[in-house]
């Protein structure tokens, strides 16, 4: 099976075109022994395919800007470390009444009109919103981003990375006979199992961005799983055993 192949079958529609596009660019930085960056920010399980299926023959890495960043921009052949096009701004609310959200932040950017491939994760702390933007919306940005849900905020481009907010998680132990993603989704967000397979069969749940409709699909240690209208989690290391023999399964939710 060729690489065009492998392309079609592991992603989705939706998908394809950015990862055929990514191909191009990875055969152009091959073929020339130049350094090509990709034009979005890119979800796990396309950055995780590139450098697992195609680093052995390019130098292929992703950056996100901060530790354990979910949204990445790609590079090939970035043997001078060639700084990304991107850039951070600080997205800041001037009311002390305001409690802005994840939510509020990156609907505001959206509602400009901008495609969320262009921008990165997005950490919020305290009113105060820090996000990579790919480096051709800064203009835009800084000139159209006045408010946040109402709110009037001051946007600034940022260059001293050393006073960024880490991701915050929650972190609970679960209790499951197995790996199985509907057991796991089920504890998680306290449904019966059927409702859970329910949900998965519908699309609801996704691991590393990928809808997995397999109700029997086993998950491994410190992948991502998406819940529509739950929220984000990771599954963690397992701690051990109860004394029902069940597995202690630590489970960190985005906050």
Same mark, same amino acid.
């Given at each position: 099976? $060729? ?25 152009? +930085? ?5 350094? !090509? ?5 890119? *979800?796990?399980?396309? &950055?995780? &395919? ?5 680093? $052995? ?7 996100? =800007? ?33 409690? =802005? ?15 969320? +491939? ?5 950490? #919020?702390? $305290?009113? *105060?919103?820090? !996000?990579?933007?790919?480096? @051709? ?16 905020? %001051? ?7 050393? *006073?960024?907010?880490?991701? #915050?998680?929650?972190? @609970?132990?679960? =209790? #499951? ?6 057991? #796991? ?20 749940? =996704? !691991? %590393? ?8 699909? @086993? ?21 051990? $055993? ?14």
């Amino acid at each position: 099976m $060729n690489i065009k192949d492998k392309i079609i079958n592991n992603f989705s529609d939706d998908e394809k075109n950015d990862v055929l596009n990514l191909y191009e660019k990875y055969i152009l +930085s091959r073929d020339k022994g130049i350094c !090509v960056f990709g034009k979005n920010f890119y *979800t796990p399980n396309i &950055w995780t &395919w590139f450098e697992k299926n195609l680093g $052995n023959d390019v130098k292929i890495n992703s950056y996100g =800007l901060f530790e354990d960043s979910e949204r990445r921009m790609i590079s090939f052949n970035n043997i001078y470390e060639i700084p990304y096009p991107m850039k951070l701004i600080k997205i800041q609310s001037t009311s002390k009444f305001s409690n =802005l959200t994840h939510r509020d932040f990156l609907g505001g950017i959206l509602s400009l009109g901008i495609e969320r +491939s262009k921008i990165g994760d997005l950490q #919020v702390d $305290n009113n *105060t919103c820090f !996000v990579p933007i790919h480096e @051709e919306i800064e203009n835009f940005i800084l000139y159209n981003l006045e408010k946040i849900s109402k709110v009037i905020c %001051n946007i600034e481009i940022v260059d001293d990375f050393g *006073t960024l907010p880490q991701t #915050v998680f929650k972190e @609970e132990i679960i =209790l #499951v006979s197995s790996l199985r993603i509907d057991g #796991v989704v089920s504890k998680i967000i306290n449904i019966s199992r059927s409702k859970a397979q329910s949900m998965i069969e519908q699309g609801l749940v =996704l !691991v %590393n961005y990928v809808k997995i409709k397999d109700k029997s699909y @086993e998950l491994k240690g410190e992948e991502r799983i998406t819940i529509r209208g739950f929220g984000k989690f990771i599954l963690g290391n397992s701690i051990g $055993n109860s004394k029902s023999g069940r597995n202690k399964i630590i489970i960190k939710k985005y906050t």
